[in-house]
């Protein structure tokens, strides 16, 4: 099996490649991956032993492809971009060619439609993926969701993330791990933060991401005079750890193929507040968190609100959270679905 990641930064595509590709061994695949020469995610697979071609351009791995994968028997495209470039030269490797995609943004053009076409399978992370790429290529779409893998977190680290932060022992500590940009709607995020400030002033919110929305909100937090109240924090490595002084997370999204970003909540015990959009209504939904309507700012107040009144409603919204993540998004299981549809490809061809 090839892996095929040509990304040069380290978000959650790239995480879920990595993940994929340590469960297909687990399960006895011999796995190999195709990146960006000198990307993090070349760093990250050399780092677990896996098995690495990297190039410096799409010409290199091009190349590759045509000439060099003759005995590879599925690969395994995790991006629109580089599955173009499996399908292009198919005549040569002849491999299997499987997709997944994770963005719920809609399909155009012929040359896209085309490549789907040319694709053995096709998996969407959400039904809410699926649901746009059904309509665009006229095809069956699986619904195969994202790993969750938990652990340790570094409480040292957690501090050293807020030690700029003014608070005190009862303040509660809400936060974000998400892009200023317009799919992530953070000026739903804004005022539903100055909503609840006008309530209550218990509360402050870090804002870890970056994007060009960052002007725009520095702006309000200075109009607003919240600066002790609305954080900016940008990117920041290992984020994750902030999960063990964090007593609320929130998602104000306009647009999300699934947000995986909320399963890292639930594996660490965190009450989700969010809203409904894409994939988000899959995993909030059933009690595993507050689920708010799209450009709702006041109900994702009142949601916060509702959760840090009612610690009984905290204690319930987690456990089924918690209890859900590791049910359906281990390693183990998300894997497993592959391998089934992996199995009933290759069955296929056999007939």
Not at 185 to 213: Q, T, W, Y
Request: proline share 1%.
């Amino acid at each position: 099996m090839l892996q095929l990641n040509f990304q040069s930064g380290w978000r959650g595509g790239e995480r879920q490649t990595l993940y994929n590709m340590i469960g297909f061994r687990k399960a006895g695949y011999q796995v190999s991956l195709l990146c960006r020469k000198g990307s993090i995610m070349e760093s990250k697979a050399k780092g677990e032993g896996f098995d690495i071609k990297s190039f410096g351009n799409i010409f290199g791995a091009t190349c590759f492809l045509t000439f060099k994968c003759r005995k590879i028997d599925l690969l395994h495209a995790q991006t629109s971009h580089i599955l173009t470039y499996a399908v292009i030269t198919r005549l040569f490797h002849r491999g299997k060619i499987i997709y997944t995609r994770r963005v719920a943004k809609a399909q155009s053009g012929k040359l896209t439609r085309w490549k789907f076409h040319h694709t053995d399978k096709v998996f969407a992370i959400s039904e809410a993926v699926k649901e746009v790429l059904e309509k665009f290529i006229n095809k069956k779409v699986i619904v195969i969701s994202d790993i969750a893998v938990a652990r340790k977190l570094d409480e040292n680290h957690a501090l050293k993330l807020i030690e700029n932060v003014r608070r005190n022992k009862d303040t509660k500590l809400i936060a974000t791990t998400s892009a200023l940009t317009h799919e992530k709607a953070p000026l739903v995020m804004f005022e539903a933060i100055r909503i609840l400030n006008l309530k209550r002033k218990d509360c402050i919110f870090l804002h870890f991401g970056s994007g060009p929305f960052l002007k725009q909100i520095e702006n309000l937090i200075k109009e607003n005079h919240l600066e002790d109240v609305y954080y900016l924090m940008g990117f920041a490595d290992n984020v994750e750890d902030l999960f063990l002084k964090m007593d609320i997370f929130i998602m104000s999204s306009e647009m999300e193929g699934l947000g995986s970003s909320v399963l890292n909540a639930f594996l660490y015990k965190v009450p989700v507040v969010s809203t409904d959009a894409g994939g988000l209504k899959e995993l909030v939904g059933d009690g595993r968190g507050i689920l708010c309507k799209k450009n709702s700012p006041g109900l994702l107040a009142a949601g916060i609100e509702d959760l840090i009144n009612h610690p009984e409603l905290r204690l319930q919204i987690t456990t089924n959270a918690f209890d859900y993540v590791n049910q359906f998004h281990s390693i183990q299981f998300i894997t497993g679905q592959y391998i089934e549809q992996i199995n009933s490809l290759f069955d296929e061809s056999k007939d």
